[in-house]
């Protein structure tokens, strides 16, 4: 069965749009035209992607998200509840000056919940931002940034190298039958 054609299912996917293969798409979410999202990722509800936007494989929305028009999200990217990217630094109604500058994520960087992320900002590959943060500038790849203007943070005890294996199923695996907590 297909997941779009579900009668029961209220959302809206632009025909232009592409879908890839075992992405799910869920209730309330707009999908306007031109975008294109790869294989495996799941889109939550209440999630705007404006147009043009591309998202890689594996990647996960989640609800409440919206993403202007032209954003750029790679593969393995983990955007959490209630994220908000910006694409206009000087927001007027009816402004004749417009000038888009839509975000850019890079390869398995996450955004934690509720974070505003400003116009044209880049988050680096393996970046970490902390939930509530308000993102003004670029995010250098493998940091971490949390705070109101987000600031790069060390992450304790934890060298930046190492902070995703963390998350591997190998490393998780090793800190149950060993009972570390952190890399020293």
């Not at 955007?79 to 500058?101: E, G, K, L, S």
Request: with cysteine; proline share 7%.
């Amino acid at each position: 069965m297909n997941q779009f054609s579900d009668t029961n299912c209220f959302h809206f996917i632009d025909k232009t749009a592409e879908i890839g293969e075992g992405t799910k798409v869920w209730h309330f979410s707009v999908i306007l035209a031109e975008v294109k999202i790869g294989k495996n990722c799941n889109i939550g509800s209440r999630v705007e992607i404006g147009c043009g936007t591309i998202i890689g494989n594996n990647s996960r929305i989640s609800s409440g998200v919206f993403l202007p028009s032209k954003s750029r999200i790679g593969n393995d990217v983990f955007i959490a509840p209630n994220v908000t990217f910006t694409d206009d630094r000087y927001p007027r109604a009816n402004n004749p000056h417009y000038y888009a500058q839509p975000p850019i994520l890079e390869d398995g960087c996450s955004v934690g919940a509720g974070s505003v992320i400003l116009p044209g900002v880049r988050i680096g590959a393996g970046a970490l931002v902390g939930a509530g943060s308000v993102v003004t500038k670029d995010v250098p790849p493998k940091s971490h940034v949390r705070g109101e203007p987000a600031r790069i943070k060390d992450i304790p005890r934890i060298h930046h190298e190492e902070f995703h294996e963390l998350c591997s199923p190998d490393a998780i695996a090793h800190y149950k039958k060993t009972g570390q907590k952190y890399i020293a």
